[in-house]
């Protein structure tokens, strides 16, 4: 087992005065990694499923990943990312050219998120948390390399 360290990192000077920042993450009990990169097309397709079912490629235990990273590769198109849990409830970001997502797993259940398929203001306080089931992803006018960091515990 080891710790994994998540830097972020900001430097910029505005008017002689120093705005940047710096923080470090520690994740500790981390036991796998899988780093891959892959070839997002213009048709959705699933890039990662969670459960509780032993991991394998591709597939991983959703109580036990703490940290997911993704880096879009490209230098001018766009993907979006769609996140999925148990109830079919859904999100989904763009990710643009040359940036990065991370998302945080639970220090204790894994990925889990609250997807709301009401437009109520407040609903997402009567939204009970759901486990990750799948991430799919597609580009938007062209293929995209997409790079894929997931930690697991």
Known sequence: MATLKVKIQEDIVLDNQDYGSKRTLEISSINEISKRILTITTTESTIATFSSAAASAGHYVAADVRYIRFTNKDTSNFITLTFRNQDNDEAAI????????????????????????????????????????????????????????????
């Open 94 to 153: 763009k990710l643009d050219y040359g940036q990065s997502f991370i998302w945080n797993g639970d220090n204790s259940n894994g990925m889990t998120a609250v997807f709301n398929a009401t437009q109520d203001a407040d609903a997402a306080s009567d939204t009970a948390f759901g486990s990750l089931t799948n991430i799919q992803a597609d580009a938007n006018t062209g293929s995209c390399d997409l790079e894929m960091f997931i930690a697991s515990a």
